[in-house]
């Protein structure tokens, strides 16, 4: 079984949260607000955002969204206030936290290597000596990761087992996390001999990881205790009053300010400790009610080295923007628990995610959820790393949304961006004590050219403390299933991939143009999220296909479980912008297959960038202008229509069927959709004089059409249509968690290519003009053929020039490398799926009942 993520393809993985079907969770907080998202104006037509489809091959598929905003505001502003989170004060019931404990970091100690014996002199230092936390014996891990955990192995994912009294209200169980112990980092040898090569750099790399698990479980209490520090920092409510700290070393002063003390300097000075943190206790009122009532804007108000300045509290939970101005605003969000509402992203939550279960993808990728200032970053740079994006509603929101998508048995992945943040001062990170080199590297180290951004030192140990507690955040709080990490490539080389063409040379990977320090804390947080959630999915965007990458921390590597294969995607637009004539299919099948072994990869045709402002989708860079009046079925169609239509259904299945184990489909590419994404946005001035040009607020491409694909009388329901059949093939099959895939013909004169992979076997015809008759495809297994799939039958928008009632008998004999091979009919601009007829998988049960397709193929 296969999970489909909405833009990604996944096998089956369950989610790391349980529900017991009620969009009500026990831990979580209700408020009725309503959401920054609406409907277009248009019928049938969503204001999420950015949404791509994914499918990985576990047990899933799915679409990964952006969030878009509504046309009218739903968080009521008073035309004297600029609160912009209603409710009422909270009634204190919060736990106690503990003091924050920091500790002075150890320098790096040099690390020696034995190569002949590859060991490195952090593994021999640890095994000597005894952590602070121990997980139990390998045997004792091993057993509670079969029993407990989710198990990734041989593309599939067991879900994890826990039980809930019968009567409890709770549907996510807490459940006790623990970290198992690093490895010996040494199994990438056997995997890949050819780095040996490079044991110098491999080891010092993981004897750097080493160092740090060893030095956070002595001083922290292991990574566990490590990546709570939202726990610490920040703000913390108890039942006495309300503890705010900051780790703010530069600050020669500190005081809380906001709407609860009237913004006095003077009223709540901090004290600072000798680590730099700088803390103040509020104690509750006299009636019991906090001293910061929820919905207050706070900033904290610093003495620096540069000069006074007021800044958005670095862990603040959420932030907003007021109408008419640039910076944002530090909300203190603890909402009442006496009233508890509908919640909201009603849009999304009710129209989006039952469509991406009826398509077919079993998992849903929503990107620019941490909030960000500049909308026209599109989520990219964020300015409040634990706060949801303000403009599509509140963190009540986005749990709701969650809690549907779990019911839908629909897993959710948030891209998550660790790779730059902001250089805003106002309501960011950045100079955020006052010195350029906080959070970040100082001086151009720090600063990414082409992004115009800031970029985090990964060596310090604060800044791991934040960004490992993050990820830790996002999946403690909003129950979200997994990453996808963004910008990786970026983080792992000191010229950020930029203006470099990475040819496959393993000098390119390990030396000193790589960033030791980003890595290491890339395998932290997988070993972080991996050890305390086995059945999280992290993704790793990353294109310049750094070995390792994709294998277990403990094996050495880097500890994804995917690479989002974004050559593919590159590739397709590199080739749309010439005439089909000119394609070469053994250029298309060596992208699509260009991958590591053991290391999985998410394929997708069409990616997000694409579709965003002045680009072009793949619909439109086939089909152009003609979709805007050809695409009726009342009225006959034109050669670029018919061409479009054929080769984007084409474009799909070879990317699902040969690209890698997982599928990423962004949301609209499914039917076709024919324009860009733009955000409504108006012109700003910022403060040193930039302007900013906007759109007038537009809502014209603020939208997907999703009544496009939905109405039956245009052609891009058939598109549709396809997709959905795509995805419930690979459901009843399997075969993108198949380990067999074998390319039998790629042949440029006939532009052939036969491939099978698991059980089935893909036959495609990219010629523009020819069609053959008794074409022998070779095979592996003996029998009786059928049709399971086909790109030309009529309700997918092709000419139904395949017969689905004749039989394809084997001949014995070698053909193609192949022992059988039996004859076909391949129509031109067409593809088609063959299966044992012998091989009868039950329809499964998200199959559509109204779809058409199943009949068809019988």
């Given at each position: 079984m296969v999970y489909t993520l909405s833009g990604i393809g996944l096998p089956s993985v369950p989610s790391v949260y349980k529900s017991s079907g009620s969009s009500f969770r026990g831990d979580r907080r209700n408020i009725n607000l309503s959401l920054l998202l609406k409907k277009s104006s248009l019928p049938g037509t969503g204001c999420m955002g950015k949404l791509s489809t994914f499918k990985l091959s576990q047990y899933g598929k799915f679409f990964a969204g952006k969030s878009y905003d509504s046309e009218t505001p739903s968080l009521t502003v008073a035309a004297s206030e600029k609160v912009l989170v209603p409710g009422t004060q909270s009634d204190g019931s919060s736990s106690s936290v503990d003091q924050l404990e920091t500790s002075e970091v150890l320098e790096n100690p040099h690390v020696s290597h034995d190569v002949s014996a590859l060991k490195t002199e952090a593994e021999s230092k640890i095994e000597n000596e005894e952590l602070v936390e121990s997980s139990g014996n390998d045997s004792d891990i091993k057993a509670k990761q079969d029993s407990v955990a989710s198990v990734y192995k041989d593309g599939e994912v067991q879900r994890a087992e826990s039980s809930v009294d019968a009567g409890s209200d709770e549907?996510?169980?807490?459940?006790?996390?623990?970290?198992?112990?690093?490895?010996?980092?040494?199994?990438?040898?056997?995997?890949?001999?050819?780095?040996?090569?490079?044991?110098?750099?491999?080891?010092?790399?993981?004897?750097?990881?080493?160092?740090?698990?060893?030095?956070?479980?002595?001083?922290?209490?292991?990574?566990?205790?490590?990546?709570?520090?939202?726990?610490?920092?920040?703000?913390?409510?108890?039942?006495?009053?309300?503890?705010?700290?900051?780790?703010?070393?530069?600050?020669?002063?500190?005081?809380?300010?906001?709407?609860?003390?009237?913004?006095?300097?003077?009223?709540?000075?901090?004290?600072?400790?000798?680590?730099?943190v700088w803390e103040i206790f509020l104690p509750n009122n006299a009636d019991g009610s906090p001293a910061i009532p929820h919905g207050s804007r706070v900033k904290i108000h610093m003495d620096t080295p540069s000069g006074v300045k007021d800044s958005i509290p670095a862990w603040i939970k959420f932030s907003v923007q007021a109408p008419g101005e640039i910076p944002y605003n530090g909300i203190y969000y603890d909402p009442p628990v006496e009233e508890p509402m509908i919640n909201t992203y009603a849009n999304f939550r009710d129209d989006i995610l039952p469509r991406i279960k009826r398509l077919g993808y079993n998992a849903v990728q929503i990107m620019a959820i941490q909030e960000h200032s500049y909308y026209a970053s599109f989520g990219y740079h964020v300015t409040n790393f634990f706060a949801p994006s303000s403009r599509c509603g509140t963190p009540e929101d986005l749990k709701s949304l969650i809690d549907k998508a779990h019911e839908l048995g629909l897993l959710v992945l948030m891209d998550i961006v660790h790779s730059h943040a902001s250089n805003n001062v106002l309501d960011g990170l950045n100079m955020f004590d006052g010195t350029d080199g906080h959070y970040f590297h100082s001086g151009s180290r720090g600063y990414h050219w082409m992004w115009d951004s800031r970029l985090f030192n990964y060596g310090s140990w604060e800044v791991l403390r934040f960004l490992l507690s993050n990820a830790r955040w996002w999946l403690e709080e909003y129950k979200f299933d997994g990453f996808r990490f963004d910008g990786v490539t970026s983080m792992m080389y000191t010229h950020h991939g930029l203006q470099v063409a990475f040819t496959g040379n393993y000098n390119e990977y390990f030396g000193f143009a790589t960033d030791i320090d980003a890595v290491v804390y890339l395998m932290l947080v997988n070993d972080m999220i991996h050890g305390l959630y086995p059945e999280a999915v992290t993704i790793g965007e990353d294109v310049s296909g750094m070995p390792t990458f994709c294998i277990p921390v403990q094996d050495g590597g880097v500890g994804f479980d995917y690479r989002l294969h974004m050559a593919i995607a590159d590739k397709w637009i590199e080739l749309l912008k010439k005439r089909d004539e000119d394609w070469r299919v053994g250029e298309i099948v060596n992208?699509?297959?260009?991958?590591?072994?053991?290391?999985?990869?998410?394929?997708?045709?069409?990616?997000?960038?694409?579709?965003?402002?002045?680009?072009?989708?793949?619909?439109?860079?086939?089909?152009?202008?003609?979709?805007?009046?050809?695409?009726?079925?009342?009225?006959?169609?034109?050669?670029?229509?018919?061409?479009?239509?054929?080769?984007?259904?084409?474009?799909?299945?070879?990317?699902?069927?040969?690209?890698?184990e997982g599928y990423l489909n962004f949301m609209g590419n499914e039917f076709g959709h024919p324009e860009w994404i733009d955000f409504p946005r108006g012109v700003q001035q910022l403060p040193n004089g930039k302007i900013i040009p906007?759109?007038?607020?537009?809502?014209?491409?603020?939208?997907?059409?999703?009544?496009?694909?939905?109405?039956?009388?245009?052609?891009?329901?058939?598109?549709?249509?396809?997709?959905?059949?795509?995805?419930?093939?690979?459901?009843?099959?399997?075969?993108?968690?198949?380990?067999?895939?074998?390319?039998?013909?790629?042949?440029?004169?006939?532009?052939?290519?036969?491939?099978?992979?698991?059980?089935?076997?893909?036959?495609?015809?990219?010629?523009?003009?020819?069609?053959?008759?008794?074409?022998?495809?070779?095979?592996?297994?003996?029998?009786?053929?059928?049709?399971?799939?086909?790109?030309?039958?009529?309700?997918?928008?092709?000419?139904?020039?395949?017969?689905?009632?004749?039989?394809?008998?084997?001949?014995?004999?070698?053909?193609?490398?192949?022992?059988?091979?039996f004859m076909v009919y391949a129509p031109s601009r067409t593809a088609v799926v063959y299966a044992l007829s012998e091989d009868e998988p039950q329809p499964g049960p998200e199959s559509d009942p109204e779809s058409q397709w199943e009949g068809l193929m019988g």
């Open positions: 549907m996510y169980e807490t459940t006790k996390r623990s970290m198992p112990p690093p490895g010996n980092g040494q199994r990438i040898y056997e995997i890949d001999p050819l780095l040996l090569g490079h044991c110098t750099h491999l080891d010092y790399r993981y004897g750097q990881y080493r160092r740090l698990r060893d030095e956070i479980d002595r001083y922290e209490g292991g990574l566990d205790a490590f990546s709570r520090g939202y726990e610490k920092l920040g703000f913390q409510r108890s039942a006495t009053g309300i503890t705010y700290r900051e780790w703010a070393p530069g600050a020669k002063s500190a005081a809380l300010i906001g709407d609860f003390n009237n913004w006095n300097p003077n009223a709540d000075v901090m004290s600072r400790n000798e680590f730099g992208t699509l297959t260009n991958r590591r072994w053991l290391e999985k990869c998410i394929s997708y045709a069409e990616s997000h960038d694409q579709a965003l402002v002045g680009d072009k989708t793949i619909a439109f860079w086939l089909m152009d202008k003609d979709m805007y009046e050809f695409m009726a079925l009342d009225r006959p169609s034109t050669p670029r229509i018919d061409r479009g239509i054929a080769l984007h259904k084409m474009i799909r299945l070879i990317t699902m069927g040969l690209g890698g906007g759109n007038n607020f537009s809502y014209d491409k603020c939208r997907r059409r999703f009544d496009l694909g939905d109405a039956d009388y245009l052609r891009y329901r058939g598109m549709q249509e396809f997709d959905q059949a795509m995805q419930h093939l690979e459901e009843a099959y399997g075969f993108m968690t198949s380990e067999h895939q074998y390319i039998s013909r790629k042949n440029e004169g006939d532009r052939v290519v036969v491939f099978e992979r698991g059980d089935l076997i893909f036959v495609f015809n990219f010629h523009w003009s020819n069609s053959y008759f008794d074409y022998r495809v070779g095979c592996a297994k003996p029998g009786k053929y059928k049709i399971v799939l086909d790109s030309d039958v009529l309700l997918f928008g092709g000419f139904g020039r395949v017969h689905h009632t004749a039989e394809f008998f084997t001949n014995e004999g070698w053909y193609d490398n192949r022992p059988r091979s």
